[in-house]
């Protein structure tokens, strides 16, 4: 199979890219690397299924050849991370809706009609005090001008550029609402919190929770979440449809962080951090996210294989290696 992944050099497409190459697939991954890295695909280097162009897919001139040649196309290209987000708006909404618009433009040209993800997030669910989400609940966002929606908002323009052109142009698009995701190679820097506080741990520096820590979250590991895309785009029930993808485990960022720090054996202290001193800004954070699994269990069976104490551990594992190279 041919498989274009756009934002392969992130966290999540990186890891699209190794399972396929696994499978025997040709993989094709297109970057700007703004916040994916060549780290991400330093293992695929030299493989002879593998290929990459540096690129920004608002303007990459390969993009219909590339589009053409796919049987599938992961749509995984754009801004997040929520500091990202409140330090450049403007680039959240070019990126976030022109790429996809010229994505689904170039399947539609190419006549051709390719397995289609394109990757949304439970952040569209916004600001709603649900302890979880259905693909069917309403969304809720401040109609403030809040630019902490931005993200949410792009997505959920996203979300209906890809159904309007699958009812039109009867594409074969499954829309994905990823939950918190971990793993390896996910980094720190724009706010995601396992990779900040597994870092701090290995570090015995304080580990820093915003808020009181009562918020929950519900991770998902990316080798589970990349099974759970490869069986969605390759089910006919689920094009057109959106599917919730994630593990509904939760537990309080609280608690996340003191697991973190007893199975790292670390000495660090819970630094508590008002929102306003973490992002610079008053800030509506979600309360709970869960996702319910049952549209993506009945079109699919995916059940996730790790749970959180083994995704942690390898993590602190993978850091206490770097820390060691690093030494
Ligand atoms: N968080 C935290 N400390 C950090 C980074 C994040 O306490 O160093 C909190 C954050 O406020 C949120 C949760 O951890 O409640 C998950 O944050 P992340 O940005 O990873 O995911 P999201 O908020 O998008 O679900």
Known sequence: MHVLITGGAGFIGSHLAERHLAQGD?????????????????AFRGH?????????????????????????IY?????VGVKKVLEDPVAVMATNMSGTERILRAIQSGGWNPQVIIASTSEVYGFNEKDSFAETDHIVLPSAGRLRWAYAVTK??????????ARKYKLNIVVVRLFNTIGPNQVGHYGMVVPSFVRQAVQNDPLTVYGE????????????????????????????????????????????????VQRTHSTSPLHFIS???????????????????????????????????????DLIERERVKNRRAA
Request: aromatic share 10%; proline share 3%; charged share 25%.
């Open 213 to 260: 820590g009562r918020q929950t979250r519900s991770f998902c590991d990316v080798r589970d979440t990349v099974v759970a895309l490869d069986m969605l785009a390759a089910c006919p029930a689920a094009w057109g449809e959106v599917v919730n993808v994630g593990n509904d485990q939760e537990i309080s960022i609280r608690d996340l962080a003191e697991l973190i």
């Open 26 to 42: 040709q993989v094709y991954v297109v970057d700007n690397l703004s916040t994916g890295s060549l780290n991400n695909l330093d």
């Open 275 to 313: 929102y306003k001193d973490a992002y610079g800004e008053e800030f509506d954070d979600v309360t709970h996210r869960r996702p319910v699994l049952n549209k993506l269990r009945a079109l699919t069976g995916f059940m996730p294989e790790w749970g959180l104490r083994d995704t942690l551990d």
């Open 75 to 79: 749509h995984m290209a754009a801004v």
């Open 156 to 165: 959920l323009a996203d979300e209906f550029l890809a159904f309007s052109y």
């Open 48 to 72: 002879p299924g593998f290929r990459f162009a540096e690129a920004d897919i608002l303007e990459w001139d390969a993009l219909d050849q590339a589009v053409a040649w796919a049987d599938r």
